[in-house]
C-alpha cells in the first residue's frame, strides 16, 4: 500500500511564526502536491512537483513556499504565518508515469494548522 | 480552464436508501475523471475514476458512476447506502498534469 504521511495532525502557531509542513511518501512517486481545503472551497492547490528540486505554482501560492531535497519528501513552508492561513493542508503524491494525468493522487491524512 | 461543480453540498439519506451525488464539469477538452472519498479526520481515497472506454465504471464500496459527455456529468450512485458510507465526496477533473476538485459533497446516511 501506499502510504504518505504528514509530520503533524494538529499544529498551533502564532501569526509572524515560519512553519514548516512535512510530508513523506514511500512509494517511489515523482509527483508530489500540496493542497488547502476548506469548507465550501473544497481542495486547492498551491504548489506541486514533478521531480526532485522542481516546483510549480498552483492556484493559490501567495504566501507560501516549498522545497524538495530528495524525491520522498516534499516541505511546505509559511514564511510568516497569518491567521487567513489557519486551514486543513493535505498533501499527495502520484506515480508520474507518461499517463501522468490519468494518474490517481494518494493522499496523506492532513494537517490542520491553527494561525492565532 | 476547467471547472468542477458539486450540485448539492449536503445530502441526508436513511440507511439502505438509494443515492446519488451530483457533480458536472467544463472543459473544452478531453479530461479524466474521479471520485474520491474522505472519511471522517482522514485523507482522501480514490472510488473510482473514468479515463476512457465504458462510460459506467465501478469502484469500491459499491459506489459507481456515469460518465455523460454531452451533459458533462460525472454523476456518483450507490443503490443501498449504509451508516459507514457517511464521509465528504469529492468530485476531480484531471486534464493536464494537476487535478482540480469540487467544492465537495456531505453524505450523511441516518439510520
Known amino acids: 500500500d501506499v502510504k504518505v504521511t504528514q509530520s503533524s495532525r494538529y499544529l498551533v502557531k502564532r501569526t509572524g511564526e515560519k512553519v514548516f509542513l512535512e510530508c513523506v511518501q514511500d512509494m517511489d512517486h515523482e509527483n508530489m502536491f500540496w493542497y488547502r481545503q476548506d469548507p465550501g472551497l473544497g481542495l486547492r492547490l498551491i504548489y506541486f512537483?514533478?521531480?526532485?528540486?522542481?516546483?510549480e505554482k498552483g492556484d493559490i501560492p501567495e504566501g507560501y513556499s516549498v522545497s524538495r531535497e530528495k524525491k520522498e519528501r516534499f516541505s511546505l513552508i509559511l514564511e510568516s504565518a497569518s491567521t487567513n492561513q489557519t486551514s486543513m493542508y493535505l498533501c499527495?503524491?502520484?506515480?508520474?508515469?507518461?499517463?501522468?494525468?490519468?494518474?490517481?493522487?494518494?493522499f496523506g491524512p492532513g494537517t490542520r494548522l491553527t494561525v492565532l | 480552464a476547467q471547472s468542477v461543480t458539486q450540485l448539492d453540498s449536503q445530502v441526508p439519506v436513511f440507511e439502505e436508501a438509494p443515492v446519488e451525488l451530483r457533480c458536472n464539469y467544463s472543459s473544452s477538452v478531453s479530461v479524466y475523471l474521479f471520485w474520491y472519498v474522505q472519511y471522517p479526520n482522514q485523507g482522501l481515497q480514490l472510488l473510482l475514476k473514468?479515463?476512457?472506454?465504458?462510460?459506467l465504471v465501478k469502484g469500491i464500496n459499491g459506489f459507481e458512476a456515469e460518465f455523460n459527455k454531452s451533459q458533462t456529468s460525472f454523476h456518483l450512485r450507490k443503490p443501498s447506502v449504509h451508516i459507514s458510507d457517511t464521509a465528504e465526496y469529492f468530485c476531480a477533473v484531471s486534464r493536464g498534469g494537476d487535478m482540480r476538485f469540487g467544492a465537495g459533497t456531505r453524505l450523511t446516511v441516518k439510520p
Open positions: 512537483s514533478y521531480d526532485v528540486k522542481m516546483k
Open positions: 499527495a503524491s502520484s506515480l508520474g508515469t507518461s499517463g501522468t494525468r490519468a494518474d490517481t493522487q494518494y
Open positions: 473514468y479515463l476512457s472506454g465504458s462510460t
